[in-house]
């Protein structure tokens, strides 16, 4: 290859979760106000999909960013394990304290994807979360 070439690699996965939108800095009433049905104190849950983009060099010997069954175990480990059929609020102990909207998933995904990645000449690109059909966040470390 003449010249370093870079990608972006995607990758995506599927997890199914329950959760109650409920922050611990608001009263009960603000609850209420603030997060309406969503506050419902037996919760609701969603079918997330999760996106993880990876930018990096396409390595000119193996022509890979970054191997898809690495990134896939990688976020087997990160997301799936952790979040696939729980409880949010219950069962992740990072929810008891943030509130368990798509914004803060996708944080919580970010510093996890992060953590879990193996080295290389690439880096974490973009966390993009689909909540429902219609509602969407994307996160980039900022
Ligand atoms: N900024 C955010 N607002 C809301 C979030 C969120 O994560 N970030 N989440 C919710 C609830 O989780 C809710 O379940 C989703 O709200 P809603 O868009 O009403 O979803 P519906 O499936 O009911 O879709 P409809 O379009 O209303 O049919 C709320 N707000
Ligand atoms: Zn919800």
Known sequence: MDR????????KVYFSAAHRLHSSNLTEEENKETYG????????????TV???IRGEID??????????ELKKCMNVAIMDVLDHKNLDKDVPYFSINPSTTENI????????????????????EVKIHETKDNTVIYRGE
Not at 4 to 11: D, E, F, G, H, V
Not at 37 to 48: R, S
């Open 37 to 48: 049905k969503c506050n419902h104190p037996n919760g609701h849950g969603h079918n997330y």
């Open 60 to 69: 000119p010997k193996t022509g890979m960013v970054i191997n898809l069954v």
């Open 51 to 53: 996106e993880v983009i």
């Open 4 to 11: 370093t070439r870079i990608a972006y690699l995607s990758k």
């Open 106 to 125: 996708a944080v919580f995904i970010w510093d996890n994807v992060k953590e879990n990645l193996p080295k290389g000449n690439y880096e974490l690109y």
